[in-house]
Nanobody
Framework: HVQLVESGGGSVQAGESLTLSCAVS????????LGWFRQAPGKEREGVAA???????SYTDSLKGRFTISRDNAKNTLYLQMNSLKPEDTAIYYC????????????????????WGQGTQVTVS
């Protein structure tokens, strides 16, 4: 039974930082591409970042430099470090896993990702 459980969301002021975590169980964590997506009210889900098995990363261009994706294979946990948060970063953040060879985020494309968490709310004011 595959489970992805996000945590770490909350309400912060603009300019502050937040780190999201995603605990992964039921699949060989180190053998999967893992990613973060977000969905703001009234908008489509969009890719934030992806991290492949070999450490290769993919970021949405507009978030490069502020967001950092990482994983701890020993803890089966994925992280998203978010710095200099802006009100437009307000959204529900989801982690996802994908066992295919494609490991990237681009726009609203979620196709390769098979497993999803329930999401964690991030509010920036």
């Amino acid at each position: 039974h595959v489970q992805l459980v996000e945590s770490g969301g909350g309400s912060v002021q603009a300019g502050e930082s937040l780190t999201l975590s995603c605990a992964v169980s039921g699949l060989p964590h180190s053998s999967y591409c893992l990613g973060w997506f977000r969905q703001a009210p009234g908008k489509e889900r969009e890719g934030v970042a992806a991290l492949d098995r070999d450490g290769t990363t993919s970021y949405t261009d507009s978030l490069k430099g502020r967001f950092t994706i990482s994983r701890d294979n020993a803890k089966n946990t994925l992280y998203l470090q978010m710095n200099s948060l802006k009100p437009e970063d307000t959204a529900i953040y989801y982690c996802a896993a994908n066992g295919r060879t494609i490991c990237l985020v681009t726009g609203n494309w979620t196709g390769p990702f098979d497993y999803w968490g329930q999401g964690t709310q991030v509010t920036v004011s």
